[in-house]
């Protein structure tokens, strides 16, 4: 028996390749709009965009933003082998920008009433990554 075997039956957890290279840039203080024009498949770099219009009061455009990165992050994780459920762990830094976008897509959902799809995404954040629902709650 391998010692990583899944005893739950569930699908394995995806774990996303690493791009340093936006991550590095934010963190670097790059604004998130030269980020996401460099690195537009970055999910990390729309959710950040996400975050800045939200903050801003730019609610609708904080909804577009999260959106794109949302569509980023699930052609990222069909990539990875993703079959359309299983865990997405937070604690693997190169799934936060999907999961980022994901609780960002959320949060403008909410914000503009559209309630089914606040409901929906909240339910795939918490299924994909209880850790990242609680983090970015």
């Known amino acids: 028996m391998s010692i990583h075997q899944n ?9 996303l390749p690493d791009e340093p ?3 590095e840039a934010l963190a ?9 024009a460099a690195h537009p498949t970055s999910s990390l770099a729309w959710a950040a965009l996400a975050d800045q219009a939200f903050e801003a009061g730019r ?14 992050g699930l052609d990222a ?4 082998g993703w079959k359309g459920h299983g865990p ?17 897509l959320a949060r403008a959902a909410g914000a503009i009433g ?3 799809e606040y409901e929906r995404c909240s339910t795939f954040l918490r299924d994909s ?4 629902a609680d983090t970015l709650a």
């Not at 670097?28 to 996401?36: H, I, M, N, Q, Y």
């Open 59 to 72: 609610t609708v455009e904080s909804y577009a933003y999260a959106r794109t990165g949302y569509h980023r």
């Open 77 to 80: 994780l069909r990539r990875a």
């Open 28 to 36: 670097a203080g790059t604004d998130p709009a030269e980020v996401a």
């Open 114 to 116: 559209e309630k089914d």
């Open 88 to 104: 997405v762990p937070w604690e693997h830094e190169p799934n936060r920008g999907f999961l980022r976008a994901l609780h960002a």
């Open 7 to 15: 005893l739950l039956g569930g699908p394995a957890p995806t774990h």
């Open 129 to 132: 990554s209880q850790t990242a």
């Open 21 to 23: 290279a936006p991550r």
